[in-house]
């Protein structure tokens, strides 16, 4: 079964397909194979890693409301944009003084609106995020971070309770740590190497990136991986610079930045001729 998965970046398109009663529909997969281009291997290599690999995404809105008013009476208010501006440089310190450091993971504010006009104090400010980690405990402490430094804020402020800032965890849009099943990671390691040569298939590290492939072989409460996954890595970047770039010790612009410049037909070639490989080999 080939799968063309809607809604990758946003994290919620295997759950939506799920939901539509893919395998009920299609047939239920053995064994899942994926692949993803990548900023940090030059195109026409690829790597795989077993175990967990990828982190897990939580997508989270926080509302700082205020009392609106003119710019030149900020004593009548009280400006939800300062108070935004607290509370985005206090929430960098859950991961940097809440969170256990070998337990890695990451705060980060991708959005942020409020306000009409210059001279005037919004009512309110809202800011979007996605936070990354690897455990249950880790992503934990963070929601409890984010509620608590709200709650703190709105109490500072000395707001009425009907102007306390709100924490909205977006449960449809976010996704469980990646893990790659060991066994099957190495049995198609070895099918690439095979395909590709050896020194095409070259070794990777864990992400704090995210990606919901995994869910496809997850139990419907994603508490547990019911179905074996290998979701290997596609090299993209023009080799040449690549080893320029390693060489200076600086990473080529990656993926989601207006300046990622893959190498697009070595990419694509490689990535047919990779999963075209590794599904006929598991097939027989």
Known sequence: MIVGQPSEETIDGARAMLADHLYERFGHPDK???LHDTNL??????????GATQASST?????????????????????PVTLAA????????????????Q?????????????TKRNIIPDEVKLELTTRSYSDKSRQVIIDGLKQFAAGLSLSANLPVDKAATV???????????????????????????????????????????????????????????IPVAYFRLGAMDPEKLA???AEGKHLPGLHTSRFEPLPGLTIATGVRAMSAVATALLQ
């Open 103 to 115: 337990d890695p993971s990451v705060v980060t504010v991708g959005t942020i609106h409020g306000g």
């Open 86 to 101: 607290y509370y985005i440089t206090q929430i960098q310190t859950i991961v940097s003084r809440e969170e256990d450091p």
């Open 168 to 226: 909205t965890v977006l449960a449809d849009e976010s996704t469980p740590a990646e893990y790659n099943d060991p066994r099957l990671s190495d049995e198609v390691r070895g099918i690439l190497v095979k395909t590709l040569g050896s020194d095409h298939v070259l070794p990777v590290q864990k992400l704090m990136s995210s990606e919901d492939v995994g869910v496809f072989g997850m139990s419907a409460d994603l508490k547990r991986n019911e």
């Open 244 to 246: 320029a770039a390693e």
């Open 32 to 34: 899942i194979i994926a």
């Open 59 to 79: 997508s989270i809105d926080v509302v700082i409301r205020g009392i609106g008013g003119h710019g030149s009476a900020p004593q009548a208010g009280r400006d």
């Open 41 to 50: 291997l030059p195109a026409g290599s690829v790597g795989i890693l077993g």
